[in-house]
């Protein structure tokens, strides 16, 4: 098996071991990016020398360093909205444009000190509004499995970058389905933790209280190493969770132990059909070796898309404010400050990103906060206390990731709405504050498609247990030939 098909464990253990040195790992990874990236164009940022000489730093470590280091010498790329000093960070916007910050953010500090390798920044849309990478600045990203449809996004990149081979996992952010639905697109394992368990300081901010920071790997178990190593309480972040982490290691469950929930709303119109067929092909297999499959409602996630797209906004419209060219990145010059203002947001901002804002902003104004952020926030109560009721009865629920396969570029682009909908299966998750997982369920018509585990809030450990259970049994796919090499 060449280097660059190995997983996370697989060459952790390798380096650690003195098979393979942290260089090698480095020097195959880079290779496979020269050979794909012109393809898929998954990067925003490399940074080649950067790389090389954290390698050697890894390589010249002693034996009991080295063994201490979980991640030792995995090259890992990192979504372009996760400030680091050694390469811009630009959230996909040109706004942004060259911005070099002065500190990283606590999740590329915490792989460093785990031995991991940063080769690059993933690209995705801008600010992490979009379901596609059509609205980066900068350019779009394929899909690995066929170069006509989209990644999926906002994390596109980084799932790109993981299915074709040209790094063992990634970093994305995932604030209404980012991670999950592009796992889905792209054939990789999506894990969101819950809210607050792995720290966002560092993470430009799109919705504060929904973003959360999680890993795109091979295997779930390349997820929970990733976890492992990047979740804890962190001082820095106001909301990040105290409190030890649950790992739950050990034997995985048996079928006739786990009780999976299968909530009616996730499974009627607007679905395709070939999508709900698969959802339920998994179902009848997990039925088949033993779990019970309990029926459920969540009445009250058909208002979930429309809460959503009022909070999110809102809370873009406050976090962009800093945006103005006064203090960092772009800035248009202009006769006074306020028409510097105006032009450098006019034309700072893409199309998608001054939607939401204006939304936002409108969903806050003088009248109508009460009429729509209040009540959208009243039934997101409503969500979680959903979800609440729902693991009373079950240990995770079951549902598809995404309404449909990855689409073709242009597909959605003229109909913002279409395009939301894309994350009616994930959104419901971010407004809980619960964790979710997207794990590949095989091929449609040559492209993949996912299906999501939801769990308890803080049961991580047992959530990852559960699918990776699954991941064992289901039947595995090849991974997609990119650049004439596999």
């Known amino acids: 098996m060449a280097i660059h098909e190995l997983g996370v464990k697989d060459l952790a253990e390798r380096v650690r071991a003195r098979e393979l040195s942290a260089s090698e790992t480095v020097s195959a990874v880079f290779t496979r990016i020269k050979n794909v990236e012109s393809t898929i164009q998954a990067f925003l940022h490399l940074d080649p020398d950067y790389a090389r000489m954290r390698a050697q730093v890894i390589d010249q470590l002693p034996a009991d360093e080295l063994k201490n280091l979980p991640l030792a010498g995995v090259p890992i790329a990192v979504k372009d909205n996760m400030t680091t000093v050694s390469m811009p960070t630009t959230a996909g916007s040109k706004i942004l444009s060259g911005f070099m910050s002065p500190y990283n953010a606590t999740v590329v500090n915490r792989l460093e000190a785990a031995g991991a390798i940063i080769v690059g920044k993933t690209n995705l849309d801008e600010f992490a509004m979009g379901s596609s990478t059509e609205h980066s600045a900068y350019h779009t990203t394929c899909n690995p499995w066929d170069i006509r449809r989209v990644p999926g996004g906002s994390s596109g990149g980084s799932a790109a970058a993981v299915a074709a081979q040209m790094v063992p996992a990634a970093l994305g952010s995932d604030t209404g389905g980012s991670i999950r639905q592009p796992a889905s697109y792209c054939g990789v394992t999506g894990f969101k933790p819950t809210f607050g368990r792995i720290s966002r300081y560092g993470l430009i901010a799109f919705a504060s209280s929904l973003d959360q920071i999680g890993p795109l790997t091979r295997s779930v178990e390349d997820a929970r190493l990733l976890y492992e190593v990047i979740a804890g309480h962190d001082p820095l972040d106001a909301t990040s969770l105290p409190g030890e982490l649950d790992v739950s290691r050990g034997p995985l469950p048996h079928w006739r132990d786990i009780r999976i929930g299968v909530p009616k709303e996730y499974d009627g119109e607007g679905i395709d059909p070939r999508v709900q067929e698969r959802y339920h092909e998994v179902l009848a297999f ?148 619960i964790p979710g997982i997207s794990t590949p369920a095989g091929l449609i018509s040559d492209v993949p498609v996912g299906v999501q585990w939801l769990g308890p809030v803080l049961q991580e450990g047992r959530l990852l247990q559960i699918a990776q259970a699954f991941e064992q049994l289901w039947p595995s796919v090849p991974w997609p030939s990119v650049g004439g090499d596999l």
């Open 286 to 433: 997990l039925r088949d070796q033993g779990a019970q499959l309990v029926d459920l409602s969540l009445p009250h996630t058909r208002y979930a898309i429309s809460a959503y797209y009022i909070i999110a906004p809102a809370e873009a419209s406050s976090n962009l404010a800093r945006f103005d060219g006064v203090r960092y990145g772009f800035r248009h010059p202009a006769a006074d400050l306020l028409s510097m203002y105006e032009t450098t947001r006019t034309e700072g901002f893409g199309s998608e990103v001054t939607r939401r804002i204006l939304l936002g902003t409108h969903a806050l104004s003088s009248g109508y906060y009460d009429a729509y952020y209040l009540k959208a926030q009243k039934v997101r109560t409503l969500i979680r206390q959903d979800f609440e009721r729902a693991f009373d009865q079950v240990d995770v629920i079951l549902t598809p990731t995404t309404p449909e396969v990855a689409f073709k570029f242009g597909e959605k682009s003229q109909d913002p709405l279409q395009m939301y909908l894309s994350d009616v299966f994930t959104v419901t998750a971010n407004l809980a504050g």
